[in-house]
């Protein structure tokens, strides 16, 4: 593997448990998101996966991983957590949480450790796009690495 790529702390977390990954970089567009990056890559943006980071009513932190075309219910999330509410996080409270910049969230080796929802219909896709840490710059891998790789649970919020 080349290593033209830039070795963030997502990176050095897959090289630790061994997962094997694509780098994949890409122009980064201000507000461009999935739709962008899946297009500059020629993939599908349903399996280009958004790291979203969410905090409860409780002021606790979570994070959420949905296909790039979809949204998440945080009704949905909420009733899932048992919880009253649950609200996007700040950029500044994300990246305190995550140790990454708004727009390169990865949900690999946070700086907090958090729980990490995953939209269960992820795992059906043969391989998916997940941030690398760092703006332009996504990691392709197979989707099953995810439920050895972190602690998670799957949910169904995408709407």
Request: charged content about 30%.
């Given at each position: 593997?080349?290593?033209?790529?830039?070795?963030?702390?997502?990176?050095?977390?897959?090289?630790?448990?061994?997962?094997?990954?694509?780098?994949?970089?890409?122009?980064?567009?201000?507000?461009?998101?999935?739709?962008?990056?899946?297009?500059?890559?020629?993939?599908?943006?349903h399996a280009v996966v958004k790291t979203i980071v969410f905090e409860t009513n409780?002021?606790?932190?979570?994070?959420?991983?949905?296909?790039?075309?979809?949204?998440?219910?945080?009704?949905?999330?909420?009733?899932?957590?048992?919880?009253?509410?649950?609200?996007?996080?700040?950029?500044?409270?994300?990246?305190?949480?995550?140790?990454?910049?708004?727009?390169?969230?990865?949900?690999?080796?946070?700086?907090?450790?958090?729980?990490?929802?995953v939209e269960k219909t992820i795992f059906e896709l043969d391989k998916i796009y997940?941030?690398?840490?760092?703006?332009?710059?996504?990691?392709?891998?197979?989707?099953?690495?995810?439920?050895?790789?972190?602690?998670?649970?799957e949910v169904s919020v995408g709407i």
């Open positions: 593997m080349s290593s033209d790529f830039p070795i963030t702390q997502a990176v050095r977390f897959l090289r630790e448990k061994k997962v094997d990954f694509v780098p994949r970089l890409y122009d980064y567009v201000e507000k461009g998101g999935t739709r962008e990056s899946a297009k500059q890559l020629g993939v599908d943006e409780e002021k606790k932190p979570l994070i959420v991983l949905m296909h790039g075309d979809q949204e998440v219910s945080t009704k949905n999330l909420a009733r899932f957590l048992n919880v009253k509410s649950v609200e996007p996080a700040t950029p500044d409270k994300a990246s305190k949480w995550t140790g990454y910049i708004f727009g390169g969230t990865s949900p690999f080796g946070t700086r907090t450790k958090m729980p990490v929802y997940l941030n690398g840490g760092k703006r332009g710059f996504l990691l392709e891998i197979d989707p099953a690495v995810i439920r050895t790789a972190l602690d998670m649970a």
